[in-house]
Protein backbone atom coordinates (compact mmCIF):
# COMPACT_ATOMS: atom_id res chain seq x y z
CA UNK A 1 0.00 0.00 0.00
CA UNK A 2 1.39 3.51 -0.93
CA UNK A 3 0.53 6.13 1.71
CA UNK A 4 1.91 9.65 1.84
CA UNK A 5 4.05 10.78 5.08
CA UNK A 6 2.35 13.62 7.19
CA UNK A 7 5.21 13.44 9.70
CA UNK A 8 9.46 12.14 9.35
CA UNK A 9 9.40 8.56 10.12
CA UNK A 10 13.00 7.46 11.17
CA UNK A 11 14.02 4.55 8.49
CA UNK A 12 11.19 5.31 6.24
CA UNK A 13 10.97 8.66 4.73
CA UNK A 14 10.27 12.35 5.35
CA UNK A 15 7.41 14.28 5.24
CA UNK A 16 5.25 14.68 1.96
CA UNK A 17 7.15 11.55 0.96
CA UNK A 18 5.09 8.97 -1.16
CA UNK A 19 6.27 5.75 0.62
CA UNK A 20 5.40 1.72 -0.20
CA UNK A 21 4.40 0.21 3.11
CA UNK A 22 3.07 -3.26 4.24
CA UNK A 23 -0.80 -2.82 4.28
CA UNK A 24 -1.28 -3.65 7.88
CA UNK A 25 1.65 -1.22 8.74
CA UNK A 26 -0.05 1.38 7.12
CA UNK A 27 -3.54 0.51 8.18
CA UNK A 28 -2.90 -0.39 12.05
CA UNK A 29 0.00 2.14 12.73
CA UNK A 30 0.38 4.92 10.50
CA UNK A 31 -2.97 6.05 9.87
CA UNK A 32 -4.71 5.75 13.10
CA UNK A 33 -1.55 7.66 14.66
CA UNK A 34 -1.94 10.80 11.89
CA UNK A 35 1.91 9.73 10.60
CA UNK A 36 0.14 9.15 7.30
CA UNK A 37 -2.93 9.27 4.82
CA UNK A 38 -3.84 6.80 1.78
CA UNK A 39 -2.06 7.63 -1.68
CA UNK A 40 -5.65 7.49 -3.26
CA UNK A 41 -5.86 9.75 -6.32
CA UNK A 42 -7.48 12.30 -4.72
CA UNK A 43 -4.44 12.83 -1.99
CA UNK A 44 -2.12 12.29 -4.94
CA UNK A 45 -3.39 15.37 -6.40
CA UNK A 46 -3.89 17.70 -2.99
CA UNK A 47 -0.09 16.31 -2.85
CA UNK A 48 1.29 17.56 -5.48
CA UNK A 49 -0.43 21.20 -5.42
CA UNK A 50 1.06 21.33 -1.40
CA UNK A 51 4.57 20.42 -3.58
CA UNK A 52 4.01 23.00 -6.12
CA UNK A 53 3.01 25.83 -3.04
CA UNK A 54 5.97 24.49 -1.23
CA UNK A 55 8.62 24.76 -4.15
CA UNK A 56 7.28 28.03 -5.31
CA UNK A 57 7.79 29.73 -1.05
CA UNK A 58 10.66 28.28 -1.32
CA UNK A 59 12.40 29.69 -4.26
CA UNK A 60 10.89 33.10 -2.89
CA UNK A 61 12.88 33.00 0.13
CA UNK A 62 15.33 31.63 -1.67
CA UNK A 63 15.79 35.06 -4.13
CA UNK A 64 14.93 36.93 -0.98
CA UNK A 65 18.04 35.15 0.67
CA UNK A 66 20.27 36.13 -2.29
CA UNK A 67 19.28 39.89 -2.45
CA UNK A 68 19.74 40.30 1.20
CA UNK A 69 22.94 38.45 0.64
CA UNK A 70 24.23 40.66 -1.92
CA UNK A 71 23.09 43.65 0.22
CA UNK A 72 25.22 42.75 2.86
CA UNK A 73 28.29 41.89 1.31
CA UNK A 74 29.33 45.48 0.84
CA UNK A 75 28.36 46.01 4.47
CA UNK A 76 31.26 47.28 7.15
CA UNK A 77 30.30 47.67 10.44
CA UNK A 78 31.93 49.40 13.15
CA UNK A 79 30.96 48.35 16.59
CA UNK A 80 32.18 50.14 19.55
CA UNK A 81 32.50 48.97 22.97
CA UNK A 82 34.44 49.96 26.17
CA UNK A 83 37.78 48.99 26.34
CA UNK A 84 41.35 48.67 28.49
CA UNK A 85 44.12 50.61 27.10
CA UNK A 86 46.09 47.77 26.41
CA UNK A 87 42.83 47.00 24.03
CA UNK A 88 40.99 44.08 26.12
CA UNK A 89 37.37 44.63 26.24
CA UNK A 90 35.04 44.83 29.12
CA UNK A 91 32.95 42.46 28.50
CA UNK A 92 32.85 40.93 24.77
CA UNK A 93 31.34 41.39 21.68
CA UNK A 94 28.76 38.58 20.28
CA UNK A 95 26.32 37.93 17.62
CA UNK A 96 23.86 40.05 19.65
CA UNK A 97 25.61 42.64 19.24
CA UNK A 98 26.63 42.38 15.45
CA UNK A 99 22.85 41.79 15.19
CA UNK A 100 21.80 44.88 16.89
CA UNK A 101 24.53 46.98 14.52
CA UNK A 102 23.23 45.66 11.38
CA UNK A 103 19.84 46.68 12.35
CA UNK A 104 20.86 50.03 13.51
CA UNK A 105 23.26 51.46 10.68
CA UNK A 106 22.09 49.83 7.59
CA UNK A 107 18.52 49.20 8.78
CA UNK A 108 18.47 45.24 8.57
CA UNK A 109 16.96 42.61 10.79
CA UNK A 110 18.53 39.57 11.22
CA UNK A 111 17.94 36.70 13.79
CA UNK A 112 21.31 36.41 15.94
CA UNK A 113 21.11 32.82 15.82
CA UNK A 114 22.32 33.07 12.14
CA UNK A 115 25.37 34.79 13.33
CA UNK A 116 27.74 32.46 13.72
CA UNK A 117 31.31 33.87 14.90
CA UNK A 118 34.95 31.96 14.50
CA UNK A 119 35.47 32.09 18.32
CA UNK A 120 32.20 32.60 20.64
CA UNK A 121 32.62 35.92 21.26
CA UNK A 122 35.39 38.82 20.22
CA UNK A 123 37.22 40.26 23.51
CA UNK A 124 40.02 42.67 22.07
CA UNK A 125 39.83 45.98 19.40
CA UNK A 126 40.29 45.01 16.00
CA UNK A 127 39.17 43.63 12.46
CA UNK A 128 37.05 40.64 12.83
CA UNK A 129 34.57 38.45 9.85
CA UNK A 130 31.16 36.76 10.84
CA UNK A 131 29.54 34.03 8.88
CA UNK A 132 25.73 34.89 8.15
CA UNK A 133 23.47 31.48 6.83
CA UNK A 134 20.46 33.09 5.67
CA UNK A 135 19.45 30.34 3.59
CA UNK A 136 20.85 26.84 2.82
CA UNK A 137 21.98 28.37 -0.78
CA UNK A 138 22.72 31.93 0.46
CA UNK A 139 25.83 32.15 3.20
CA UNK A 140 27.61 35.89 3.45
CA UNK A 141 31.10 36.91 5.15
CA UNK A 142 30.49 39.93 6.90
CA UNK A 143 33.82 41.83 8.32
CA UNK A 144 33.37 44.21 11.47
CA UNK A 145 35.33 46.11 12.92
CA UNK A 146 35.53 46.90 17.26
CA UNK A 147 36.66 49.78 17.82
CA UNK A 148 37.19 51.83 21.33
CA UNK A 149 34.82 54.17 22.78
Known amino acids: MEVILKKDIYNLGYINDIVSVKDGYAQ ?3 I ?12 RKVHAEVMKQ ?4 QEKARFEALSLAEKL ?15 KIYG ?3 AIQIAEALKEQYKIEI ?11 IKEIGSYEATINLHKDAKVIIKFEVFAE
Not at 32 to 43: C, K, L, R, S, Y
Not at 73 to 83: Q, V
Open 111 to 121: DRKKIFLDGES
Open 92 to 94: SVN
Open 28 to 30: NYL
Open 32 to 43: PQGMAIVADETN
Open 54 to 57: KAFK
Open 73 to 87: GNTNLKIGAKAAETG
